[in-house]
């Protein structure tokens, strides 16, 4: 009987849908998330689903896979960045999706594991240089206008060095980690939406 309420509640979601919250719930908003733990993980957020038809008990690691690579797809919600080598980093999109649809999982264990030694450390390193940041300063006194593109890229460590989609999860695990502080949240979206705009404007 306990088995049967997931498998009940799973069929309201979509794949794509499931894995997304899979990467969540593993802490998948400021870290990259392993692609096994995300099966293991969507295996228990909806059982069978992603198993063989013929082997039940064993999970279909290219079934998640294929998913994982759809929920980048922006016509399918957007929700995750990264790749199989490096992990999956939830979007913007995929954050607020997901802190949205976890209180829908009743019968299932939502809890999040804990902020690790590390993580702590990198979030309270980073959200006083932010602070002190000529970025922010500006921002704070009411001169956003003011904040030139290489200060608002300091602001997220970007530099001549990081190119490509890597700048981009740079900016998302910035606005997934301090995009609801009260001090920094606003300031962050301002400048994210700066460096995006111009990060557009290369790609044109």
């Known amino acids: 009987m306990d088995q049967a309420k997931p498998r009940e509640m799973s069929s309201s979601f979509s794949n794509i849908e499931i894995v997304t919250l899979a990467v969540y719930l593993l802490g998948g908003d400021i870290s990259h998330q392993d692609t096994e733990d995300i099966a293991i993980k969507v295996n228990e957020l909806a059982p069978g689903r992603f198993t063989w038809k013929k082997y039940q008990e064993q999970i279909n690691i290219d079934n998640v896979r294929k998913r994982l690579s759809d929920a980048k797809n922006p016509k399918k919600g957007g929700y995750l960045a990264g790749s199989f080598n490096e992990g999956w980093l939830l979007t913007e999109e995929g954050l607020r999706f997901?802190?949205?649809?976890?209180?829908?999982?009743?019968?299932?264990?939502?809890?999040?594991?804990?902020?690790?030694?590390?993580?702590?450390?990198?979030?309270?390193?980073?959200?006083?240089r932010m602070l002190a940041s000529v970025a922010f300063e500006r921002i704070k006194a009411d001169k956003s206008d003011a904040v030139t593109l290489q200060e608002a890229e300091t602001f997220f460590r970007l530099d001549e060095y990081v190119s490509g989609k890597a700048r981009e999860r740079k900016?998302?695990?910035?606005?997934?980690?301090f995009g609801d502080d009260p001090q920094l949240g606003n300031a962050l979206k301002t400048l994210a939406k700066k460096v995006r705009e111009n990060d557009?404007?290369?790609?044109g």
């Open 98 to 128: 997901a802190k949205k649809q976890a209180r829908e999982l009743k019968d299932t264990d939502i809890s999040r594991p804990p902020l690790n030694p590390k993580e702590i450390s990198w979030q309270s390193r980073e959200k006083k």
């Open 171 to 177: 900016i998302i695990r910035f606005v997934n980690a």
């Open 200 to 203: 557009k404007i290369r790609i």
